[in-house]
């Protein structure tokens, strides 16, 4: 692992990556990599939780894997399956040599050769240039059993398959979950982890993460653009923008050869920051204009 010895190591680090890293979470993630705990990120989705591992594996020279959990995840499709079409052609083939003997056979069938590797496994084995970065997004889509058998898995390290018995991570990986909180994640879990809740960012921020991503975005845009998107974080929306959609608005933006915003590119745009017709709908004409003309008079003369 590259040295990393100081809270400012880790943030220098994720800056590399264009990671905009707070004091705060640069304390976290320094304790998760010193102490090898798992860091559990919670927040709302955009906030840059995904993000985070992403920078640490890139600035760390480890692979990246990811585990995208979903409603009715279970371990079989963590961890492993058999390749049971390749199992059939290999039936298929020796029947047709004949002189089958089923026990040899079976024995032949649940072999590596025959194993389909998964998220959970594939962190469990050894990687070039150390252990992975085990990145488990969206832990709240799941349900209470895949909880459950994750925290063993955490605690040990180790999966076990039946037909080949337990594998345990020679160098532990190094994990992050990451929760947008659509429901509360289990506190045994919680308990073996370092958690940080990942906030939307202060306004100067937010700027240093849009020139870090988006450097090509002029000063007076990017004040303007992060300024509404903050603003549009205090109205009653169904689902409030991110720093992705910040990110990505100025993107758009750019790509529109904009200056500087107007109630017409706003509207032209909306589908950039806002993500539900509901809140589109109710940010067109006069309400648009309103918030734009309330965030000129914040910052002043350009």
Not at 28 to 40: E, I, M, Y
Not at 133 to 144: F, G, K, S
Request: hydrophobic residues 45%.
């Amino acid at each position: 692992m590259k040295s990393m010895t100081s809270i400012d190591d880790v943030q220098a680090m994720l800056a590399g990556q264009d990671y905009v890293c707070g004091r705060a979470l640069g304390t976290v993630v320094f304790l998760a990599l010193r102490l090898g705990k798992p860091l559990f990120l919670e927040g709302e989705a955009g906030t840059g939780k995904t993000e985070i591992a992403k920078a640490l594996a890139a600035g760390l020279g480890r692979r990246l894997i990811r585990l995208q959990c979903y409603e009715g995840l279970d371990a079989a499709s963590a961890v492993y399956e058999w390749n049971f079409a390749e199992q059939m052609i290999a039936i298929r083939a020796a029947e047709a040599s004949g002189g089958v003997d089923r026990e040899s056979l079976k024995d032949e069938l649940f072999t590596e050769e025959f194993l389909i590797e998964r998220p959970l496994l594939r962190a469990m084995r050894p990687q070039p240039g150390g252990a992975p970065v085990l990145l488990i997004d969206e832990m709240d889509r799941t349900d209470e059993p895949f909880e459950a058998f994750l925290l063993e898995a955490l605690s040990d390290f180790q999966v076990t398959i039946p037909e080949l018995g337990t594998i345990h991570a020679p160098e532990p990986p190094i994990v992050v979950l990451t929760s947008n909180r659509t429901r509360e994640v289990h506190d045994a879990l919680k308990r073996r982890c370092l958690y940080h809740w990942v906030d939307y960012p202060d306004f100067e921020r937010e700027i240093e993460i849009l020139h870090a991503r988006a450097p090509e975005t002029s000063e007076r845009l990017s004040r303007e653009v992060v300024a509404f998107v903050q603003a549009l974080r205090t109205e009653d929306l169904f689902k409030k923008p991110g720093v992705a959609e910040t990110i990505d608005w100025a993107k758009c933006l750019l790509a529109l050869d904009v200056i500087d915003l107007s109630p017409e590119v706003i509207a032209d745009t909306l589908g950039a920051i806002l993500k539900y017709q509901d809140d589109i709908a109710r940010l067109q004409g006069s309400e648009a204009k309103r918030i734009l003309d309330e965030v000129r008079a914040t910052l002043g003369p350009a």
